[in-house]
């Protein structure tokens, strides 16, 4: 191990080219650990991609492996690739018992620099292997619908694990899918432990979004699926430690195999001095703000069919759309149309970016509708911050509202979410004691600095090869 | 290729005699157009026209042979590149560039066969009499047209016209045998090779004007060209050695026993040369019921096979690809049977041949041992193209490597031993194992070429 820890942060589809929660929170953690040296493995679906990030000093490299370049390689050794074929035999057999097959005979027998793009087509074991998985699960379909399929199913698998990952005493995957098998092949390569955060479920997230396009569909659909959950399976079998954000996600890894005693719950935190000291001020009417980017995973439109009823009810009731606007032009102008239509014009205000703090001194409540979320940090924000909240039962939103059903509502429904508006206009002594308890449980469990101080301790525990301390 | 056969076949369908003539002398002029020319060429004018060459008889036919022969073995393997070039352009509907193509290529061949002709024809020098500034520049010039004449053939098999092309080859021979007449009672022998020379470009540009009205040129571009020399560098190989392998013995026998023509670097070695010529003829009938039958067959099973590829389930694939196995080896089983009793016929002849055409001056035994040969380089060469259509390029580059590596190895063994009763056995030996090789080759992988098929989309 070299004198400065060495961590090798495995990233996809995040930072530093994608701005939002998860780079957001790697940019701090890199920040917040100075005395450690950050190696970058990122992978990126084109190359040349622009930083959204000026990398902190202690990062001292970066790698990324782009994923639409192909590489030519096949070994000349026919036993060789026999062997190596043998064992993707073997490892495919035990994926349809759906079980996590050990892929470290593989790897071993795989150089980096040697991709299977070619071979799995051209070697027979490989080409029997996609042709008795056609007819078995889909023999009424064109064969060449199917190969297409599996091959770009397969082909980012080719990608990672024939790429080299660079040198580092800890490597550390920032989800599963690509990143963690990266992780993975990095591990058994380098001889080196493996940590994993997940911020929300990899394999959960891309169900979503498969079933919902129309792009992939029947059996395409479930290959993609099970492939997902297979390379999480994957991972957690591998990491040494499996961090999630809340107690509600480490369940779900335990039960898609991860093993309960490499888990642990790390929250995200927020900075509390920033928020704490906000000065409190009530303004005149009732103001209800939404903080986040104007994009349909933010469900804003909920938003604005939640204040159309409230403005009935509570008619002094203000309503604020705070985030930037510029990500999604077309959702934008297809929400200020509904504002339109419900003639909410002088009540409804998008701000754009702003400094939040503003809003946070004199919001009544903090909305939340999205349809998807991990652990939202503005609910913290807003705790911290003396703003109660009302939001849609996504990810870790539930645990961070007590579970009290008098502010959780349903994704997209607006009655429900009005109504925990009305809850919070109507009942203010009693809110008076949720906010303060909110506001410690803040202050206790999500300070940043905690936080990232943690990383750090594990980072060190498990390059000595110690564990990590709880 | 193929096109040509379905046209051929439509005009068969049409019955009469004089669409089976039609169809025999296109069909000959698409398969063996330059080849043809020459063999005729020397026999006509050596029997009608001997005065008008004059007395180096053996300068204006060593000319002749040797420019058709080294056209072959230097420029021959460029012709497959060339052709698969072609094809993919007017398969793309880029017929334009494939005009520019046949312009560029064109161009390049003419220079590098200007300096070969130069270089060459340092070593030959005519006795006084005999014009040999005149000699010398035709012979240039013959090497030249015989070149492109290769080229123009790619072409003239996609144009329809072959009664067009088949009158404009006639005209040009007919050019060349009153060239040879006119010219040669002028300047002797010069004046003879310039005669013959003048109908070879007449046939040139006839055909290239008929080409260019079908495929016009814009320009001139070789970048595409060499790029294909790049990605198709097994398919080039392959000609390479396969006319190599085809000449290989030829040209060891000429040089261990054949006679130095006075005044030059030609080889003159009869004995074995005309049975060669003669018994390679024979190819040219197998090689039309090949474009007419064999071809159409096979071409209309392998699309829908890859048809099938893109549309199909897994086990109609199969299916598809045993149907275009089994017209593999119908058209093998009836090319060999075709060639097979072509050859015994002629086996049978070869007496009466020596006595009829060459007064008994012809070494039966060698022919005899040649028409074999000829029947198992005939079976290679159908087995070659099966292996381009599935696109084995490297399986095709082996073949063509043990055809020239038996055929030269073998025929330097004849000549260490001085054993002249095994002329030909060099041939026909090259020919069997390099038949056996593709025919291994091709039944092997053919079971496997949806997977190579993909394997190669991905690659």
Redesign the interface.
Known sequence: MSERLRVCLILEGSYPFITGGVSSWVHQLIQRLPEVDFVLYTISPKKDQTLSYELPENVVEHVDLVLSERK?SSYKSLYRKKKIFKEIVEMHKLFMLNTVPSIDNLINMMEPGYYL??DS??Q?EG?NLI?EN??KNN??????DY?WAW?STHDMIFSVMGFEAPDADVYHAISTGYAGLAGVVAKIRKGKPLILTEHGLYHKEREIEIRRTNLIRGYQRDMWIKIYNMLSKLTYKYSDLIISLFEYNREKQIELGAPEEKTLVIPNGIDIERFASIKREKREGFHVGLVGRVVPIKDIKTFISTAKIISKEIPESQFYCIGPTDEDPGYFEDCKLLVKSFHLENKFHFTGKQDVRKYYSFLDVLMLTSIREAQPLVLLEGFCSGVPAVATRVGNVPELLDYDDNFLAPSKDPVKLAAGVKYIYDNPETMQGIVARNREKVIRFYDREKVYRKYGDIYQGVARGEGWLE | MAGIGFELQRVLRKGGIGSFFKVVLAGSIVVAGPWILTILGIFFIGRYAEVAVGVYRNFFTGAIVYCYAFSLIIFGGTHYIFTRYVADLIYMDRNNEAGSALLSFSLLVTFLAVIIGIIAVRWVDLPEGGNNYIYKVSFILLFVFVNLIWLLMIFISLIKQFMAIFILYLVGMVISFLGVRFFGYLYKTGGALLGYAVGQGFIVISLFVLVSFHYRPHGIEFKDLFRYVLKYKFLLFTGVLYYWGMWADKIVFKVAFGKVVPGSFFQIFDYYDIPVYIANLTIIPGMIYYIIVTEIIFYIKLKEFLKGLHENTYDTIQKKKYDMIKSIRYGLREQAIFQGMFTIVIWLLAKGISVEFFGGHFAVGVFRVVLIGVFFHFMLLTLIIYLFYLEYYIYAFISSLVFFGVNFGFSLVIVFNRSLPMLGYSYLLGGFLASVTALGFLLYSVRYVERDLYARQIS
């Open positions: 030519k793009y070619y087509v051209k027979r080409w042709v056609n007819v023999p009424i379909y064109p064969f060449s190969f091959k």
